[in-house]
Nanobody, 120 residues
């Protein structure tokens, strides 16, 4: 099992910035990617950004140029720097980790989430 703990959410005005952090613990061997997803009220959970063990990154179009994912998969930590926040970025942000398990393939783990609220 992998445990993920997020921190850094909060209330910010539009145009402001926040930095989210996620730390993995437990059976962390073979984690090969980590990322951030978000879920706004009444909407489906969506990918925000992810980073692979090789350092490759992927972003949702809606956050490109404003958000930056960073971290070290080997150290099982990942961050999300969010600049120029907009009210539509308001959501619960979830940390995600993909772990290779021999008999199951990639297994995905989730944190409990941290709330980001952007006021207009």
């Amino acid at each position: 099992q992998v445990q993920l703990v997020e921190s850094g959410g909060g209330l910010v005005q539009a145009g402001g910035s926040l930095r989210l952090s996620c730390a993995a613990s437990g059976s962390i061997f073979s984690i090969n990617a980590m990322g951030w997803y978000r879920q706004a009220p009444g909407k489906q959970r969506e990918l925000v950004a992810r980073i692979s063990g090789g350092g490759g990154t992927d972003y949702a179009d809606s956050v490109k140029g404003r958000f930056t994912i960073s971290g070290d998969i080997a150290k099982n930590t990942v961050y999300l720097r969010m600049n120029n926040l907009k009210p539509e970025d308001t959501a619960v942000y979830f940390c995600n980790a993909a772990k290779w398990e021999t008999d199951k393939g990639n297994v995905y783990y989730w944190g409990k989430g941290t709330l980001v609220t952007v006021s207009s």
